[in-house]
Every structure is written in C-alpha cells, then in structure tokens.
Nanobody
Framework: QVQLVESGGGLVQPGGSLRLSCATS????????MYWHRQAPGKERELVAT???????NYADAVKGRFTISRDGAKNTVYLQMNSLKPEDTAVYYC??????????WGQGTQVTVSS
C-alpha cells in the first residue's frame, strides 16, 4: 500500500514563499510520475505541476516561472517550491503519484492560504 503525506502548507503574505513536501511510502517512487494539484473553494481541482521519472517537468500557465517541482529519490519525496505567491494561489494542494499509468495514489492535501 502506497501512502502519500503532504506537509509545508500554511498562511503566507502575497509575494511570499512556501515549500510543500510529499513523502511517499512503498518502493515504487522511482518508477512513478508525480503530480501536484490544487483545489480552490468552489472550483474544480486543477493540475499544477508534473515531474516524470526522468525529471522532466511541466507546469500550468498560472504558475510558470513561480513554482518549481522537484523529486528526491533518496528520500522518496517530491517538493513544490512556490515563490511570488498570489491570493489566487490559495487552495488545498494535493500530491498524486501515478505508477505504470494504472495505479494512482493521493495524499490528504495541505492548505495554502495567501493573504495579507
């Protein structure tokens, strides 16, 4: 059973930074594509960033140039560095892993609030 545990959310002022972490259990991390999604109140969940097993990254237009996704195989952890945060980045952020295109696992989410 794979478990994902997010951490690092919180309250930050506009223009500030946060780094989210997603620690995964199990032995498939190195063979899993990892994603960060977010869901704001009253809105659908949206994909924020992706990192493949080879380290290729992709970002939603809304966060390009401000967010960076990375992964550490030694720690089985994926990160989302968020800079220049805006109020519209306020959401619950979810970590998601995809193994072999078939098996999908989700974390419980971590709240990010950007407000002065």
């Amino acid at each position: 059973q794979v478990q994902l545990v997010e951490s690092g959310g919180g309250l930050v002022q506009p223009g500030g930074s946060l780094r989210l972490s997603c620690a995964t259990s199990g032995s498939i991390f190195s063979r899993s594509v990892m994603y960060w999604h977010r869901q704001a109140p009253g809105k659908e969940r949206e994909l924020v960033a992706t990192i493949t097993t080879g380290g290729t990254t992709n970002y939603a237009d809304a966060v390009k140039g401000r967010f960076t996704i990375s992964r550490d195989g030694a720690k089985n952890t994926v990160y989302l560095q968020m800079n220049s945060l805006k109020p519209e980045d306020t959401a619950v952020y979810y970590c998601h892993s995809e193994y072999r295109g078939l098996y999908n696992y989700w974390g419980q989410g971590t709240q990010v609030t950007v407000s002065s």
